[in-house]
C-alpha cells in the first residue's frame, strides 16, 4: 500500500515519539506532577509578549487580501530585509535580502538546502551524534549519510577522521552547533579548522563542497559564550535557521535560509533555493509568521527559562555521580549510560517515572539525552529518582 521508499522509515519515526506517548500514559496514570518526561525537544520557556502584539497589530493594521495572499517563493522583501539587517548589526556580515530566503522552519529549510545541491549517490557528512531526521532529509534526494566522529568527551569534531572521510562523492557537510543531542558549541578556532580542511578539499578533488550549518539553537546559548556565525569563515556556506527555539514557536513553522552573495554562483543556486521551496509543496512560508518576524527580529525567549534548568539538571546529575558535558547551549544535556546499553538504563530510569531518550536514537550508544525544556519543578522533583538510579548502579 505504501512508497517503497517509506517502509524503512517508519520504524526510525520512533524512540522520541514512543518515549512521549509512553509518557502521556504515564501522566494518566501517576499524575503530571509525578512524571519526568525529559524526552521531547518542546520549548517550554514562555512565548515573548511581543510575539502576540505583533500579530494582533499585523491583523489590525494590514489588507487581509494582500496579507493572506501569495507572494514571491522567497518570501516577503521587507521581512527578509529586516531579518538581513539585524544579522549584520549582531554578526557583522554584510546581507540584504537577496540573501535571504524564507522557509518552513529548518526542517523545510535543510530540505531546501539539499534539493537545490545534492545529486543522487552524493554523500552528506554529518558529526554522531546528530538529529537522525537528517537521514530522513538526505534520503529525500537519494543522497548517503556519512557519519564523522567526534570525541567521546568534548563531542567536538575528531578533524583528522573528518578530513579522511572527504572524498569524490561528497557535496555537503552538515554541523549543528548549539548542537542537539549534546549541548556543545563548537569554538571559533574549530569553525576555522573545519572551513580549512574544506578549503583545502574543494582545492584538490577539484569540486565544491558545501557546508551546512543548521542553526535552530543559536540564540540558546548561556553566559558569554559565542556562536560563530560560520558564513564568515567559509564562503559554499548555507545557514538554516528557525525561529521554533528562539521564540518557543514550533508549530508556527517559520525559519529562513542564508545563502550568502559570497557562494559560488550565489544568485544562480538562490534562484533554485526559491524554486525548490515551491518544488517540495512547501510554495512560501506562513505569511502572518513572515509578517511578525519582521517585528520580532531582534526578540528572544528568556534565555535565564532554561540557563535556571540547566544548572540545577546538571548539580544535580553531577551530585548523584553521573557523568556529563556541561551544556553550553540548546536544552539537551547529553549523559553517559552507568551500563553499556543506554535501553537498560532508560528502562531502569523509567522505574522512577524519568523519561530519556536512548543516545542509538542520535547514532550514539551508550548515552542518553535529556531534555530540559521542563519546567524547573520537574528537574527538582526528579532527583529524588536519579538518586535512587545512581544508587542501583552503585556510583
Ligand atoms: N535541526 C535540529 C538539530 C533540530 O533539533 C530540529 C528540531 O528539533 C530541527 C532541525 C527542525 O527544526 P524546525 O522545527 O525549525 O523545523
Not at 114 to 135: C, H, S
Request: charged share 25%.
Amino acid at each position: 500500500m505504501i512508497a517503497d521508499k517509506m517502509k524503512p522509515l517508519m520504524g526510525n519515526n520512533s524512540a522520541i515519539r514512543t518515549m512521549f506517548e509512553e509518557g502521556d500514559k504515564m501522566r494518566a496514570e501517576y499524575g503530571p506532577e509525578n512524571v519526568y518526561d525529559f524526552s521531547l525537544g518542546n520549548p517550554d520557556a514562555p512565548v515573548p509578549a511581543e510575539v502576540k502584539q505583533s500579530i494582533i497589530d499585523i491583523l489590525n493594521e494590514e489588507d487581509p487580501t494582500a496579507l493572506h495572499g501569495y507572494m514571491s517563493n522567497a518570501g516577503f522583501e521587507d521581512v527578509r530585509e529586516a531579518i538581513a539587517q539585524s544579522l549584520n548589526r549582531r554578526f557583522g556580515t554584510a546581507f540584504d535580502h537577496g540573501n535571504i530566503l524564507m522557509t518552513v522552519g529548518a526542517a523545510s529549510g535543510l530540505n531546501v538546502a539539499l534539493k537545490t545541491i545534492l545529486n543522487p549517490g552524493e554523500e552528506v557528512i554529518v558529526f554522531a551524534p546528530y538529529f537522525l531526521e537528517y537521514n530522513w532529509y538526505v534520503n529525500n534526494y537519494d543522497g548517503k549519510v556519512v557519519q564523522a566522529p567526534t570525541d567521546q568527551e568534548t563531542f567536538y569534531p575528531d578533524l583528522e577522521a573528518f578530513e579522511k572521510l572527504i572524498g569524490d562523492k561528497t557535496r555537503v557537510v552538515l554541523i549543528n552547533t548549539p548542537n542537539n543531542p549534546t549541548g556543545v558549541i563548537y569554538s571559533e578556532e574549530t569553525i576555522r579548522q573545519i572551513a580549512d580542511i574544506l578549503e583545502r578539499k574543494q582545492k584538490e578533488l577539484g569540486r565544491t563542497i558545501f557546508l551546512i550549518s543548521d542553526e535552530p539553537y543559536r540564540e540558546l546559548a548561556y553566559g558569554d559564550v559565542e556562536v560563530p556565525y560560520v558564513t564568515k569563515y567559509y564562503d559554499n556556506t548555507i545557514v538554516a535557521y528557525s525561529y521554533s527555539k528562539s521564540l518557543s514557536l514550533p508549530g508556527e513553522r517559520i525559519g529562513y535560509l542564508v545563502i550568502p552573495s559570497e557562494l559560488e554562483e550565489s544568485q544562480l543556486v538562490f534562484d533554485t533555493a526559491s524554486n525548490a521551496n515551491r518544488i517540495i509543496g512547501c510554495v512560501n512560508a506562513p505569511s502572518l509568521q513572515q509578517k511578525m518576524i519582521a517585528r520580532c527580529v531582534d526578540v528572544k525567549v528568556d534565555l535565564d527559562y532554561y540557563d535556571k534548568n540547566r544548572t540545577a539538571l546538571y548539580e544535580g546529575l553531577k551530585d548523584c555521580g553521573f557523568d556529563c558535558v556541561k551544556p553550553e547551549g540548546a536544552f539537551y544535556m547529553f549523559l553517559k549510560s552507568p551500563v553499556a546499553d543506554e535501553n537498560e538504563f532508560c528502562a531502569e530510569a523509567k522505574k522512577h517515572n524519568i523519561l530519556m531518550v536512548p543516545g542509538s536514537a542520535f547514532a550514539c550508544p551508550g548515552y542518553v539525552r535529556l531534555a530540559y525544556c521542563t519546567s524547573y519543578d520537574t528537574i527538582v522533583n526528579s532527583m529524588d529518582g536519579f538518586r535512587r538510579l545512581a544508587d542501583h548502579y552503585g556510583l
